[in-house]
């Protein structure tokens, strides 16, 4: 029986600055998310007339429209600036999990690619605290409603990233995990089943076929979809609350 | 090509500032090529929308000033109308009048004349009965003249002129 092994990223080659950085199918395959998007927002708002006329002018109204209500029904009418920042996030993670439909490595499934969301909706969460309240009134929103409760807000404030990254990258990561063990497994039995078949019958996985896509529904359809949804409506209820702190 | 992996779960600074910088330069292209170009269409069809309802209401006002106008155009007309028709209704009154009139003058003088022509043709008949009546008188005279009267032919001839009267 073959050793299953779980790992990360393929490490392509690494850039010998900094000690090292090493270029991963992450970094390959965001950039190929990216450009992807990037393309069909080209296609989409190619020719847009006044008096629409395609489908496709149709479908990118709509996105927008869609964003655009959704963030300011979230964050309020004022936040709506955010909208393309968070269209990109669903877009880049949606399109980033769901990726690993066409057999690529989901740049989703790596904690630094979610992390780095994370800590970047943190800033932006303090930043619009202290925008709020400012900065003394953010350091003292750490003591409320008392003094002895600053350690655990300071947890609560850092769990928040924290929560974020790791909840997306869960859900991914574990889509991929079971993905591998079904795939091995399904392997194993078939070797067992049919590994009798004379020839190259016997090598054939047919235990691979069918089964493995009624999880990929769910964990690359669905879990892809849902997780962008869910980080997406976290970071404009982080960011909103932070606003509304102290009205 | 290596055939290196990362651990399932490593973390490596670089590339979360990768990922940030990809996602800010994501915002960015989903700004630049998606928001900004459907909402400039979508200013530009809502500007449209403004401009067609702000000329349907001119339009409209401008038919109802029309319409207001041409209503009292012809108020006007008929007012005008009703003047001609009271004027030309009096004038034909006054002109019947006057032939009324008229007729009635010419019939008095008419009546007048004949009158003064009866009273003429009267006094005419007047006049020549008198002539006659002196003729006849003259014709007695000389009847008179003319033969030897007695009593009785004095007394027959009154009576018989008396008779002739």
């Known amino acids: 029986m073959d050793s299953i092994s779980i790992t990360g990223a393929k490490i392509f080659f690494e850039i010998p600055i900094f000690g090292g950085i090493p270029i991963t199918e992450t970094q390959v395959n965001s950039w190929i998310v990216m450009l992807a998007i990037t393309i069909l927002c080209l296609v989409l708002t190619h020719d847009l007339k006044v008096r629409p006329t395609s489908k496709r002018q149709i479908i990118a109204e709509w996105i927008v429209e869609k964003v655009t209500g959704l963030v300011s029904g979230n964050m309020g009418e004022r936040f709506t600036y955010y909208a393309p920042f968070i269209c990109a996030i669903l877009g880049l993670s949606a399109f980033s999990s769901l990726s690993s439909l066409l057999g690529m490595y989901p740049p989703t499934a790596d904690l630094n690619t979610i992390a780095g969301w994370a800590i970047l909706i943190f800033c932006m969460i303090t930043y619009t605290k202290i925008k709020t309240s400012g900065f003394l009134g953010y350091l003292k929103g750490y003591t409320e409603p008392f003094a002895l409760f600053t350690p655990f807000n300071i947890l609560s404030e850092l769990g928040t990233p924290v929560s974020m990254a790791f909840r997306h990258f869960g859900n991914i990561v574990s889509g991929v995990v079971i993905s591998t063990l079904v795939y091995a497994a399904l392997a194993s039995a078939s070797t067992l089943l049919f590994g009798w078949l004379p020839g190259i019958l016997g090598k054939i996985p047919f235990l691979q076929v069918g089964i493995p896509a009624v999880l990929s529904v769910y964990f690359d359809l669905f879990s892809s979809c849902m997780q962008a949804f869910i980080f997406s409506m976290l970071t404009m209820l982080y960011i909103a609350n932070a606003a509304s702190a102290d009205e | ?165």
Do not use: P
């Open chain 2, 1 to 165: 090509m290596s055939n290196e992996y990362l651990e399932l779960i490593s973390l490596n600074v670089w590339h979360m500032f990768a990922t940030v910088g990809n996602l800010l330069i994501l915002t960015w292209i989903v700004k630049k090529f998606l928001f900004d170009r459907v909402k400039k269409v979508l200013a530009d069809r809502q500007n449209q929308v403004d401009e067609l309802y702000r000329d349907a209401e001119e339009a409209k006002d401008a038919a109802l000033k029309d319409k207001t106008e041409y209503e009292a155009k012809l108020d006007a007309a008929d007012a005008e109308a009703e003047t001609i028709l009271k004027k030309a209704s009096a004038r034909a009154e006054r002109r019947s009048d006057e032939i009324i009139e008229n007729a009635n003058r010419k019939a008095e003088e008419t009546l007048k004349k004949a009158d003064a022509d009866i009273a003429q043709e009267k006094k005419k008949a007047m006049n020549d009965l008198k002539n006659e009546i002196s003729e006849i008188s003259v014709q007695i005279a000389e009847t008179i003249v003319q033969r030897e009267i007695n009593e009785d032919d004095h007394r027959e001839l009154i009576d018989s002129f008396i008779e002739n009267l």
